[in-house]
C-alpha cells in the first residue's frame, strides 16, 4: 500500500475564551457547523481523519495534486467557508459575544506531502507518521495575517507555486521542527472574500394573509429577556396554551430558518422563524408553519429600562374559510392567546433571575 500522501488542514481561528454558558454553547455551535461546512466543501476525494479543535485533519494517498486542483480546493473551502458566516450574521437572533463575533472567524490551510499511515479504531482511521507532526506543527508559525494558504515545498514536488490569480503573491519562508527544517510558500486569501456575494435575509412577506387577530401585553423586563423567553423554542411548551411538547427539528443556533415541531393534543404542527428584525428599541420577528398557512408576528418594544410591550400579531391565509372560521373562533382563539401572555409572565421572571 502506498504510504505516501496529501495532508490537507483547514483551521479556523478567532474565537476567545468565553466563560458565560450561552457563549461558550453558541461558540461551539458555531464552529460545528462550520466544520460541517468545510466536509461538505471536499471536491478532490479527501479523506477525513479526524477533528481536532477548530481543525479538520483531510489526507488523500497517493501522488501529490496539482497547484491548480489545490488551489480550487482551497478556494471552494474559504468561500463556503465566509458564504455560511456571512448567512449567519444577516440571520442570527443571538447578540451574546459568540455570535456577535463569529463574523470576523478566519481561515487558513495547510497543504502537505509526506509519507503516513493508518490504523482504524473502530469507524475511524487514524494517522501516524513523522510527517503527521511536522503537518501540524506547521499550524503554528511567523505569518503574521490569519488567512493564508500555506504549502510545503514536498507538497509542489520541490518546484516554485505560480500566480493562479492576478492577485496571488506568493512567500517563501521555512520551520524548524523535530523532523528539521521544513520549506514552504504561503500566500494571502483575503482576496477571496470578494467572490463571496452577499446574502441578506428575504424581507417579511405577508402578501395573501389578513391579519386575524392582534394581542398584546407588557412585561417587567427587559427587551432582551422578553425576546429570549419567546423567540426560544425550548421555552414555548411552557406559555404557548395547548401545546404538550415542543420538539426542535433542526438549526440548534437561534437565527432565522430554524424549526420546530409543536405538538398539540389532537396533532402537530411544523413551524420556522421566517423573519427577524433588530433594534435596541424594538425587535421583530416572524414564525411561519411549513404550509405557509399563517404567520404570527412578534413585536417587542422597549417602554423603559425594565419594561417592554409584547404585542402578536396572528396572520391567516384569506381565504373566503379563513375569514369564515375566524368569525367563529375569535373569541376562543383570543383566549388562549391571552393566557398564553399570562403564562408568559412565569418564564420572563425566571429569566430575569439568572
Known amino acids: 500500500m502506498d504510504n505516501r500522501g496529501l495532508l490537507f488542514i483547514p483551521d479556523i481561528s478567532g474565537f476567545t475564551q468565553f466563560v458565560n454558558a450561552t457563549e461558550?454553547?453558541?461558540?461551539?455551535?458555531?464552529?460545528?457547523?462550520?466544520?460541517?461546512?468545510?466536509?461538505?466543501?471536499?471536491?478532490i476525494g479527501l479523506e477525513v481523519s479526524e477533528i481536532e479543535g477548530d481543525a479538520i485533519l483531510f489526507y488523500?494517498?497517493?501522488?501529490?495534486?496539482?497547484?491548480?486542483e489545490l488551489y480550487r480546493q482551497v478556494a471552494k473551502m474559504f468561500c463556503?467557508?465566509?458564504?455560511?458566516?456571512?448567512?449567519?450574521?444577516?440571520?442570527k437572533f443571538c447578540h451574546c459575544a459568540a455570535c456577535v463575533s463569529a463574523i470576523?472567524?478566519?481561515?487558513?490551510?495547510?497543504?502537505?506531502?509526506?509519507?503516513?499511515?493508518?490504523?482504524?479504531?473502530?469507524?475511524?482511521?487514524?494517522?501516524?507518521?513523522?510527517?503527521?507532526?511536522?503537518?501540524?506543527?506547521?499550524?503554528?508559525?511567523?505569518?503574521?495575517?490569519?488567512?493564508?494558504?500555506?504549502?510545503?515545498?514536498?507538497?509542489?514536488?520541490?518546484?516554485?507555486?505560480?500566480?493562479?490569480?492576478?492577485?496571488?503573491?506568493?512567500?517563501?519562508?521555512?520551520?524548524?521542527?523535530?523532523?528539521?527544517?521544513?520549506?514552504?510558500?504561503?500566500?494571502?486569501?483575503?482576496?477571496?472574500?470578494?467572490?463571496?456575494?452577499?446574502?441578506?435575509?428575504?424581507?417579511?412577506?405577508?402578501?395573501?394573509?389578513?391579519?386575524?387577530?392582534?394581542?398584546?401585553?407588557?412585561?417587567?423586563?427587559?427587551?432582551?429577556?422578553?425576546?429570549?423567553?419567546?423567540?426560544?423554542?425550548?421555552?414555548?411548551?411552557r406559555w404557548l396554551d395547548g401545546i404538550k411538547s415542543v420538539e426542535e427539528v433542526d438549526h440548534l443556533l437561534p437565527r432565522v430558518g430554524m424549526r420546530c415541531k409543536c405538538v398539540f393534543e389532537n396533532g402537530s404542527e411544523t413551524i420556522y422563524s421566517s423573519s427577524y428584525s433588530y433594534g435596541t428599541q424594538r425587535i421583530e420577528f416572524t414564525e411561519t408553519d411549513d404550509n405557509r398557512h399563517g404567520?404570527?408576528?412578534?413585536?417587542?418594544?422597549?417602554?423603559?429600562?425594565?419594561?417592554?410591550?409584547?404585542?402578536?400579531?396572528?396572520?391567516?391565509?384569506?381565504?373566503?374559510l379563513a375569514r369564515l372560521l375566524k368569525r367563529m373562533r375569535n373569541k376562543q382563539t383570543a383566549a388562549s392567546w391571552h393566557r398564553s401572555l399570562t403564562n408568559l409572565d412565569a418564564v420572563v421572571r425566571e429569566i430575569s433571575k439568572r
Not at 422597549?302 to 381565504?319: A, Q, V
Open 24 to 43: 461558550i454553547e453558541h461558540s461551539r455551535l458555531i464552529i460545528q457547523e462550520l466544520l460541517e461546512q468545510l466536509i461538505n466543501s471536499n471536491e
Open 60 to 68: 488523500r494517498f497517493g501522488d501529490s495534486p496539482p497547484l491548480e
Open 80 to 91: 463556503e467557508f465566509h458564504r455560511k458566516l456571512i448567512a449567519y450574521e444577516h440571520r
Open 104 to 237: 470576523d472567524l478566519t481561515l487558513k490551510v495547510i497543504t502537505h506531502y509526506g509519507e503516513f499511515t493508518g490504523y482504524n479504531v473502530k469507524t475511524f482511521n487514524k494517522l501516524i507518521g513523522k510527517d503527521i507532526i511536522v503537518a501540524h506543527q506547521l499550524l503554528k508559525n511567523d505569518i503574521d495575517q490569519h488567512e493564508y494558504w500555506l504549502i510545503t515545498q514536498s507538497a509542489l514536488n520541490d518546484s516554485r507555486p505560480t500566480d493562479l490569480t492576478s492577485w496571488m503573491e506568493w512567500n517563501r519562508s521555512a520551520k524548524q521542527t523535530e523532523n528539521g527544517v521544513v520549506a514552504f510558500h504561503y500566500t494571502q486569501l483575503g482576496e477571496l472574500r470578494k467572490e463571496v456575494l452577499n446574502d441578506p435575509m428575504p424581507p417579511l412577506d405577508l402578501s395573501g394573509k389578513t391579519k386575524a387577530l392582534s394581542v398584546s401585553r407588557d412585561y417587567d423586563a427587559d427587551i432582551i429577556t422578553v425576546f429570549h423567553a419567546t423567540g426560544d423554542f425550548r421555552y414555548r411548551a
Open 295 to 320: 404567520t404570527r408576528h412578534f413585536i417587542l418594544e422597549k417602554m423603559g429600562e425594565r419594561s417592554t410591550r409584547l404585542t402578536i400579531d396572528i396572520y391567516k391565509r384569506d381565504t373566503a
